[in-house]
């Protein structure tokens, strides 16, 4: 598997930080998040557990903890090229355009670092 370029791993420090911000929440049955070619409406936070990206229903990345996935689909309003699939157990953080607005007010540039750096392409 390989990774998306673009994309850094947040660390357990700013994985903590954004939790505080935005809760997780947990998907108990494996499910697809986002479908090839639509246009997402949030971007999800991997904070653990394993989300992979599908190709016609074929694995081509695993995602790793603490990348966020379809940041940029969602801001550009742009359809994904890819699936999304996040399996059972696993842990998200979903920012949708409301919280991205509360982040971009916040004076804490932490936040505001996380959600730059971090994105990756679905």
Known sequence: MRRLRNSR????EELANFTKFVGP???????IIIYE????HVAFLLVEGNIEIVKRNK????V?????IGLSELL??????YS?????NSKVCIID???LDKISKLEDNKIKNIISSSSMAC
Do not use: M, Q
Not at 9 to 12: K, R, V, Y
């Open 9 to 12: 791993l947040l660390t357990d």
């Open 25 to 31: 929440r947990t998907y108990h049955t494996s499910s």
């Open 37 to 40: 070619g639509h246009y997402p």
């Open 59 to 62: 694995k081509v990345f695993d």
């Open 64 to 68: 790793k903890k603490g990348v966020i």
């Open 76 to 81: 550009n309003e742009r359809p994904c090229k």
């Open 84 to 88: 999304v699939k996040i399996n059972a």
């Open 97 to 99: 355009k409301s919280t």
